[in-house]
């Protein structure tokens, strides 16, 4: 079945940006949208974006300025970039799909990657 | 924004009592819910979405109301499994907002 695995960095310094990978496996990444979301203590579960099968792309307001979400169809990955990090972006990074249209539910997730910011 | 409550915030249960979680979005959102669970140090997993329509896979025991700003997920008779962290999430528009979440553990 498809199964989704975040992989990056796990410590990442104030100022830089955060770079993740999200590897699909077992299917194909077409027909879908892809999202990252992420978990902190403070501030529960955030969407930060998604990118559709064509490469289409929506960001969350409160991110939108820092925010770049790439796809790679021939790895069938999709990628997460985040500029100027500070201790707020520090969370558990998921990556997840949804159907798109106007169905944006998170069917699937990866089991998450912890991203601390820290210098 | 939409915000998105729940109440809640936690509860205590038994192994085969009736569980009811609410969930309310601050402006209509028709039926474009969805609820998750979520085991520690897991990633939350799809229960339900179009606020009653259940996941592939998920147990009938899990069940989903509600349309416009109230909604409800119900547990018919808990089990030792559902002990966990319940969330609700809509997508009638962008940017997508979960609840708080709901911790339901052992009484």
């Known amino acids: 079945q498809v199964q989704l695995q975040e992989s990056g960095p796990g410590l990442v310094k104030p100022s830089d940006t955060l770079s993740l990978t999200c590897t699909v496996s077992?299917?194909?990444?077409?027909?879908?949208?892809w999202s990252w979301i992420r978990q902190s203590p403070g501030k529960g579960l955030e969407w930060i974006g998604y990118?559709?099968?064509?490469?289409?792309?929506n960001y969350s307001p409160s991110l939108k300025s820092r925010v770049t979400i790439s796809l790679d169809t021939s790895k069938n990955q999709f990628s997460l970039r985040l500029n100027s990090v500070t201790a707020a972006d520090t969370a558990v990074y998921y990556c997840?799909?949804?159907?798109?249209?106007?169905?944006?539910?998170?069917?699937?997730w990866g089991q998450g990657t912890l991203v601390t910011v820290s210098s | 924004d939409i915000q998105m409550t729940q109440s809640p915030s936690s509860l205590s249960a038994s192994v085969g009592d009736r569980v009811t979680i609410t969930c309310r979005a601050s402006?209509?959102?028709?039926?474009?819910l969805a609820w998750y669970q979520q085991k520690p140090e897991k990633a939350p997993t799809s229960l339900i979405y179009?606020?009653?329509t259940l996941q592939s896979g998920v147990p009938s025991r899990f069940s989903g109301s509600g349309s416009g700003t109230d909604f409800t997920l119900t547990i018919s008779s808990l089990q030792p499994e559902d002990f966990a962290t319940y969330y609700c999430?809509?997508?009638?528009?962008?940017?997508?907002?979960f609840g708080p979440g709901t911790k339901v553990d052992i009484k």
């Open positions: 179009d606020a009653s």
């Open positions: 990118i559709s099968d064509s490469g289409g792309t």
């Open positions: 402006q209509g959102i028709s039926t474009f």
């Open positions: 999430q809509q997508y009638n528009s962008s940017p997508f907002t």
């Open positions: 997840a799909r949804t159907y798109g249209s106007s169905t944006f539910n998170f069917d699937l």
């Open positions: 077992g299917g194909s990444i077409s027909s879908r949208y």
